[in-house]
């Protein structure tokens, strides 16, 4: 019983070390392992029932908290990658262009851009800075800084 207990706050403690890996769930299933032996509904001697009933709960435990969570880490702002909009990106070697798009450096990371709809310029060359307005899928969405 000890040892499930003690693992369900290792993996708590691996959570907040390594975050977004999913080991809170398994300290969940971990901790729920050791109440149950804890008020004797799994026999101690039977290892097997107990990694079962860890497997199982770990599951139970991400499927209740999955949403809540994902709720909870974007906050009040529900649009996925919204600490990009606003900052200043660097078009890529490629350069970019208004009918076929093109790519652009932000945080050192080269992505998949195009201009804004109301975007009057027609090419930018790569070194140009341009600015994200939004995010469509994977695709940024510039205008010219």
């Not at 070390?17 to 971990?30: D, H, T």
Request: proline share 4%.
């Amino acid at each position: 019983m000890i040892y499930w207990l003690a693992a369900g706050i290792v993996f708590f403690i691996a959570e907040m070390a390594i975050p977004g890996v999913g080991l809170l769930f398994a300290g969940c299933g971990a901790l729920t392992v050791g109440m149950l032996l804890n008020f004797s509904f799994i026999e101690p001697a039977n290892q097997l029932l107990q990694a079962l009933v860890f497997v199982i709960a770990t599951g139970l435990w991400t499927l209740v908290l999955w949403k809540p969570m994902q709720k909870f880490r974007m906050g009040k702002n529900r649009v996925p990658y919204h600490n990009m909009i606003g900052e200043t990106a660097v078009v890529s070697e490629k350069g970019l262009n208004k009918t076929h798009g093109g790519e652009v450096i932000w945080s050192g990371a080269i992505m998949k851009a195009k201009f804004d709809d109301r975007t009057t310029v027609e090419q930018l060359e790569p070194g140009r800075q341009v600015v994200i307005k939004e995010i469509t899928g994977n695709t940024l969405i510039v205008t010219p800084k």
